[in-house]
C-alpha cells in the first residue's frame, strides 16, 4: 500500500516535472516567430503544444536509464528519483519567474545527482561526466549555434539587400514558421521521452511492469498531453526574455536564426555530440544579433550564462534537500508534496506581482518579479518602463506582423 | 577524461553548413520571387526568375523535409 502511494506520487511528480519542461521550452522554438510577428503568440503556442505531443507520441525508443552516466544505475531508487523529479520543478519555476531559459535536462540531472550525493555520497558521482556532458556542451552549444546564425544572418541580409522589405519580410516568416516547427517536433520527440522513461523506470521498480519492456501506452499519452499542456501554456516570461530581452529581432534575422537552431539541434542529436535545446537556441539568437550588428544586451546574455552555471548545483541542492525526507516513507512524502504546493503558489503569487501573457509578451524587454527591486518610480505597468529608443522600436516590431 | 572530440567537430561544421545553405536558399529564393512581381508590374515577363526561385524554395523545402525525416524515428 505504501508502495504504491509513493509510485502514484512519483508518476504525478514526473508529469509536473514533464509539464514545466514544456513551458519552460516552448520559448526555444516559439520566441522568434512571435517576436518578429511571424506567427501569432496564441497560435505560436498551440502549434508548438500540438507539434510537442505528436512529438512525444512518435518517440519509440526511451532512454532505458536515466542517471545518464553521472552515477551508478544501481543507485537509482524511487526516493531517489522523487527527490531529483523535485529539485528539477523547482529550479525551473524559479528560472521561469526570473524569465531565464536554462535546461531541463542539467536541472533533471542536477537534481537527481544531489539525490544521489546525500544517498549515497559524493565520491559516488563522476565528476569527468559532469564536465564532458554538461560543461563542455554548454560553452560549445551557443557558440557553434552562434557562428551559423551569425553568418546566416549577415547572408540572408546580404541577399535580400535590394529587395524591398515587404517581400522579404513574408519571405522571411514563412522560412521561421517552417524551422520553428521544427524545433518544436525535436523537442517533443526528445523531451517527451524523458518523462516516459523516468515513469517506466518507476513501474519497473515498483514490479507492475515487466523489466526490459517499453513504456506503456497511457504513459506515452499521458505524458505526450503533459508536455503539450506545459507548452500551450506558454512560458512568456522566458519567451519575452528570448525573443525582445537579448536583442530586438528583426525577420531575416529571427529566420536566420531559426534555421542555425534547428540544423544545430538535429546534427548533434544524430551526430553524437548531444547539445541542449535551450543553449542552441539561446546561442542562435545571440549570434544573430551579432551577425546584424545589432545592440545585443549582454548584461542579459551574462545572467542566463550564470543560470545556467548554477542549473547543476542548484537544481542539485534542491534535489539533496528532498532526498533527506523523500526516503521516510509516507510521512515523509506527504510532507515533500506539502512543501512542494507551497512552493509552487509562493512563485506563482510572485509572478502574479508583474504578469506576462500572451498579450504583452512582446511589448517589453525586462521580465521584472519584485517592483521593490527596481526604483520606486516604477508605475505598476510593466510597459512603461521600457527605455525611450526600446519604445521607439515597438510600433516597427508591430508594422512588420 | 572522455570527450569525444570527433563528433563534436563534425557537429559544429554540419551545423554551420547547413544553416549557411539553407539561408542562402531561402533568401535567393526570396529576392528572386521579389525580382519576378517588379519585372511583372513593369511589364516584363518574370517567368524565367520565378521558376529558378520556386526551385530554389523547393531545395530549401528538400533540407525541411529531411530534417523531419531525421526527426521522426519511424522511418529510420
Known amino acids: ?54 512529438g512525444a507520441c512518435l518517440s519509440t525508443e526511451v532512454a532505458k536509464t536515466i542517471s545518464g552516466g553521472f552515477f551508478d ?127 517506466t523506470l518507476v513501474l519497473i521498480a515498483a514490479n507492475l511492469q515487466q523489466p526490459g519492456t517499453g513504456p506503456q501506452l497511457w504513459v506515452i499519452i499521458a505524458a505526450g498531453v503533459a508536455i503539450g499542456l506545459g507548452t500551450y501554456s506558454g512560458g512568456w516570461r522566458i519567451m519575452r526574455t528570448m525573443g525582445k530581452g537579448i536583442v530586438e529581432i528583426e525577420t531575416p534575422q529571427g529566420a536566420a536564426s531559426g534555421a542555425a537552431t534547428s540544423a544545430t539541434i538535429l546534427a548533434s542529436a544524430h551526430l553524437g555530440f548531444g547539445l541542449s535545446t535551450t543553449h542552441v537556441s539561446t546561442g542562435s539568437i545571440l549570434g544573430s544579433g551579432v551577425g546584424r550588428g545589432a545592440e545585443v544586451r549582454w548584461s542579459v546574455a551574462r545572467r542566463m550564462a550564470f543560470a545556467w552555471l548554477l542549473t547543476l548545483p542548484g537544481a542539485g541542492l534542491v534535489g539533496g534537500l528532498a532526498a533527506l525526507l523523500s526516503d521516510q516513507g509516507v510521512v515523509g512524502v506527504v510532507a515533500l508534496m506539502v512543501l512542494l504546493a507551497v512552493a509552487c503558489l509562493v512563485i506563482y503569487i510572485l509572478s502574479r506581482r508583474h504578469k506576462i501573457t500572451h498579450a504583452n509578451v512582446t511589448d517589453s524587454h525586462e521580465v521584472l518579479v519584485l517592483a521593490a527591486a527596481r526604483p520606486a518610480t516604477y508605475p505598476d505597468d510593466p510597459r512603461l518602463e521600457a527605455p525611450k529608443p526600446k519604445k521607439a522600436k515597438k510600433p516597427k516590431a508591430k508594422s512588420a506582423a | 577524461m572522455h570527450v569525444d572530440w570527433a563528433a563534436l567537430g563534425i557537429v559544429a561544421v554540419v551545423s554551420i553548413a547547413t544553416s549557411v545553405i539553407f539561408t542562402i536558399l531561402l533568401a535567393s529564393g526570396i529576392r528572386l520571387i521579389s525580382a519576378a512581381k517588379i519585372k511583372s508590374n513593369e511589364g516584363g515577363s518574370g517567368t524565367v526568375t520565378l521558376s529558378l526561385a520556386y526551385v530554389l524554395l523547393g531545395l530549401a523545402g528538400l533540407l525541411v523535409l529531411f530534417g523531419i525525416y531525421l526527426i521522426i524515428p519511424q522511418f529510420h
Open chain 1, 73 to 199: 544505475d544501481e543507485l537509482i531508487t524511487v526516493p531517489i528519483i522523487l527527490a531529483g523529479l523535485l529539485g528539477a520543478i523547482i529550479w525551473n519555476l524559479m528560472t521561469w519567474l526570473l524569465g531565464l531559459p536554462s535546461s531541463s535536462s542539467h536541472a533533471l540531472f542536477g537534481g537527481l545527482i544531489g539525490a544521489v550525493v546525500v544517498g549515497a555520497g559524493i565520491a559516488s558521482v563522476h565528476g569527468w561526466v559532469i564536465v564532458s556532458k554538461v560543461l563542455l556542451p554548454a560553452i560549445v552549444a551557443p557558440l557553434v549555434a552562434g557562428v551559423a546564425a551569425a553568418w546566416a544572418t549577415r547572408l540572408a541580409y546580404g541577399i535580400t539587400r535590394k529587395t524591398p522589405s515587404v517581400h522579404s519580410a513574408t519571405g522571411f516568416k514563412h522560412g521561421q514558421a517552417f524551422t520553428a516547427s521544427m524545433v518544436a517536433l525535436a523537442h517533443g520527440t526528445s523531451d517527451g521521452q524523458k518523462t516516459m522513461g523516468v515513469i
Open chain 1, 1 to 54: 500500500m505504501t508502495e504504491l502511494f509513493v509510485v502514484i506520487t512519483v508518476i504525478a511528480v514526473a508529469l509536473i516535472f514533464d509539464f514545466t519542461n514544456g513551458f519552460h521550452d516552448s520559448a526555444n522554438a516559439m520566441a522568434g516567430p512571435v517576436a518578429t510577428g511571424a506567427i501569432r503568440p496564441r497560435t505560436a503556442v498551440i502549434l508548438a503544444a500540438f507539434l510537442n505531443l505528436v
